[in-house]
C-alpha cells in the first residue's frame, strides 16, 4: 500500500508571529504558495522571467545582499523556481514595508508641515519626499528618509538621481544596508547610504551609487 504523502507544512509560532507582524497572514502565504505551484505545474518560465526582469541587475545585486538567492541560476527548471522565489520574497518584503512605513497625515505631523505641504513634497518633477503607492493606491513614506522630526540630509539631491522605475523594496535595502564604497575614517567602519548622509558625509559618494539601481 502506497503512503499517501504528508501535505503539512509545518511552522512554528515564532515564524507566524514574525509574519503576522509584517502584516502577512495566511490568505497571502497560500497565495503565494499557489501561484508557485501552478508556476510548477506549468512549467510557465516565461512569465516567471518576465516579473523578475523588472529588477535591474544593480536591483538584483541588492536583493542578493540582503538575502535572496538563486537569482543566478539559469539551469533547466531553476530559472523559474528562483525566480519566482524572488518575486515572493520581494513581496513579502513589500507588505512589510508598507506596514513599516507612513501614512501622509503621520508625516505632517513629524515634520510639524501641513497634509497639503506633504503633498506638494511628493511632486514627481522636485521631489522632497520618497512615497510609493501601496493598497488602493494610498501613499506610504518608508522611514528611512527621516531622522528625529526631520528628513536626512541632502534627500532631495537623492530623489533628484533616482530612477522613478526603482523598486521601494530595492531603495529600502540600498539606503539601509551598510554600503562597501562608503568608508567613515573617522568612525573606522562602513557606513548605510543612510548614515553616512545622517553622519555629514558629502552627498556625491551616495548619488553616484544610485545612479546605478
Same mark, same amino acid.
Given at each position: 500500500?502506497?503512503?499517501?504523502?504528508?501535505?503539512?507544512?509545518?511552522?512554528?509560532?515564532?515564524?507566524?508571529?514574525?509574519?503576522?507582524?509584517?502584516?502577512?497572514? +495566511?490568505?497571502?502565504?497560500?497565495?503565494? $504558495?499557489? %501561484?508557485? #505551484?501552478?508556476?510548477?505545474?506549468? @512549467?510557465?518560465? *516565461? !512569465?516567471?522571467?518576465?516579473?523578475?526582469?523588472?529588477?535591474?541587475?544593480?536591483?538584483?545585486?541588492?536583493?542578493?545582499?540582503?538575502?535572496?538567492?538563486?537569482?543566478?541560476?539559469?539551469?533547466?527548471?531553476?530559472?523559474?523556481?528562483?525566480?519566482?522565489?524572488?518575486?515572493?520574497?520581494?513581496?513579502?518584503?513589500? +507588505?512589510?514595508?508598507?506596514?513599516?512605513? $507612513?501614512? %501622509?497625515? #503621520?508625516?505632517?505631523?513629524?515634520? @510639524?508641515?501641513? *497634509? !497639503?505641504?506633504?503633498?506638494?513634497?511628493?511632486?514627481?518633477?522636485?521631489?522632497?519626499?520618497?512615497?510609493?503607492?501601496?493598497?488602493?493606491?494610498?501613499?506610504?513614506?518608508?522611514?528611512?528618509?527621516?531622522?528625529?522630526?526631520?528628513?536626512?540630509?541632502?534627500?532631495?539631491?537623492?530623489?533628484?538621481?533616482?530612477?522613478?522605475?526603482?523598486?521601494?523594496?530595492?531603495?529600502?535595502?540600498?539606503?539601509?544596508?551598510?554600503?562597501?564604497?562608503?568608508?567613515?575614517?573617522?568612525?573606522?567602519?562602513?557606513?548605510?547610504?543612510?548614515?553616512?548622509?545622517?553622519?555629514?558625509?558629502?552627498?556625491?559618494?551616495?548619488?553616484?551609487?544610485?545612479?546605478?539601481?
Amino acid at each position: 500500500m502506497t503512503a499517501e504523502p504528508d501535505t503539512t507544512i509545518n511552522v512554528n509560532s515564532q515564524d507566524l508571529q514574525a509574519l503576522g507582524n509584517a502584516g502577512i497572514n +495566511k490568505a497571502d502565504i497560500e497565495k503565494m $504558495l499557489h %501561484a508557485l #505551484a501552478t508556476d510548477l505545474r506549468s @512549467g510557465n518560465e *516565461a !512569465a516567471v522571467h518576465d516579473q523578475a526582469n523588472g529588477l535591474t541587475a544593480a536591483e538584483i545585486e541588492i536583493l542578493r545582499e540582503g538575502g535572496a538567492y538563486g537569482l543566478d541560476d539559469t539551469s533547466p527548471g531553476a530559472l523559474a523556481r528562483s525566480r519566482r522565489l524572488a518575486v515572493m520574497r520581494l513581496q513579502l518584503e513589500f +507588505k512589510q514595508l508598507q506596514r513599516d512605513s $507612513l501614512y %501622509a497625515s #503621520a508625516v505632517a505631523e513629524l515634520l @510639524g508641515i501641513s *497634509a !497639503a505641504r506633504v503633498r506638494q513634497l511628493t511632486n514627481p518633477g522636485n521631489p522632497g519626499l520618497y512615497s510609493f503607492k501601496g493598497a488602493r493606491s494610498k501613499a506610504w513614506f518608508p522611514r528611512w528618509q527621516f531622522v528625529e522630526s526631520s528628513v536626512i540630509p541632502h534627500l532631495r539631491l537623492v530623489l533628484q538621481t533616482l530612477s522613478p522605475q526603482a523598486h521601494p523594496v530595492t531603495v529600502q535595502q540600498f539606503m539601509t544596508q551598510v554600503n562597501n564604497d562608503l568608508w567613515s575614517s573617522e568612525l573606522e567602519e562602513n557606513l548605510s547610504p543612510r548614515d553616512w548622509l545622517i553622519a555629514g558625509y558629502p552627498a556625491e559618494p551616495v548619488l553616484s551609487l544610485i545612479r546605478d539601481i
